[in-house]
């Protein structure tokens, strides 16, 4: 099993629609998730950081995650063409030497159709 | 400008040849790393450092070595380029106070004939 699953997509949806991504894992010890935005030819983007359990909200994006079940999701509100992009989950344990490593699922390719 | 830059952003090569790539950062961060992507293989980890003085492979070191010239500045080397190593190449930086945000750069696109 990977450590990190993440849906390859891609995934095509009309403008203003709710998207939800998502990312499963295996390893109990990552305890900092973060979601990535890459636009084509271009670097990831920070999009999302949150730290263990729970939800984080930043304008039309919402993090979610659940340790008990290893599955974190991103929720895109009212999504817009710009939010065409793949998206990448990273995870890491986030506490002793060499542990800050990101480990990273595949990206998952979105695309909002106007 | 750009907090994380890298040189080249592009570069065609031959087998068989050296080639560097450079990282340099303005955010002040103490860690530095280099990725590199490939399609379906996702951002695997190449070499990262600490510190100046500390410099750790990743999950696929073979075929590359590192320089950390400064607190700013990470190189990237193949020392003798194959095909297999057309990727695309992140360099990316963290801070030790902030578990685990890392920024990356804008990448470099090489492609080895």
């Known amino acids: 099993q990977k450590e990190v699953e993440q849906d390859p997509g891609p995934l095509s949806v009309p403008e203003g629609a709710i998207v939800s991504l998502n990312c499963t894992y295996s390893n109990s010890a990552f305890q900092y998730f973060m979601w990535y935005r890459q636009y084509s030819r271009k670097g990831p983007e920070l999009l999302m950081y949150t730290y263990s359990s729970g939800n984080k909200e930043d304008g039309r994006f919402t993090a979610q995650v659940d340790k008990s079940s290893k599955y974190i999701s991103l929720f895109i509100r009212d999504s817009q063409p710009s939010d065409s992009a793949t998206y990448l989950c990273?995870?890491?344990?986030?506490?002793?030497?060499?542990?800050?490593?990101?480990?990273f699922g595949k990206g998952t390719k979105l695309s909002v159709i106007p | 400008d750009a907090d994380v830059t890298q040189t080249p952003r592009n570069r065609i090569t031959k087998t068989g040849k050296r080639i560097m790539l450079e990282c340099s950062q303005t955010k002040g961060h103490d860690r530095m790393y280099w990725y590199r992507q490939d399609p379906g293989l996702g951002l695997r980890l190449i070499y990262y450092s600490f510190d100046v003085k500390d410099i750790n492979k990743g999950e696929i070191s073979d075929g590359y070595s590192v320089s950390r010239q400064a607190q700013a500045k990470f190189s990237l080397s193949l020392e003798s380029a194959i095909p297999n190593q057309t990727a695309l190449y992140f360099c990316a930086t963290s801070d030790r106070r902030t578990s685990g945000l890392v920024f990356f750069g804008p990448g470099t696109r090489l492609t080895v004939l």
């Open positions: 990273a995870m890491s344990a986030g506490s002793g030497a060499g542990s800050y490593q990101l480990t």
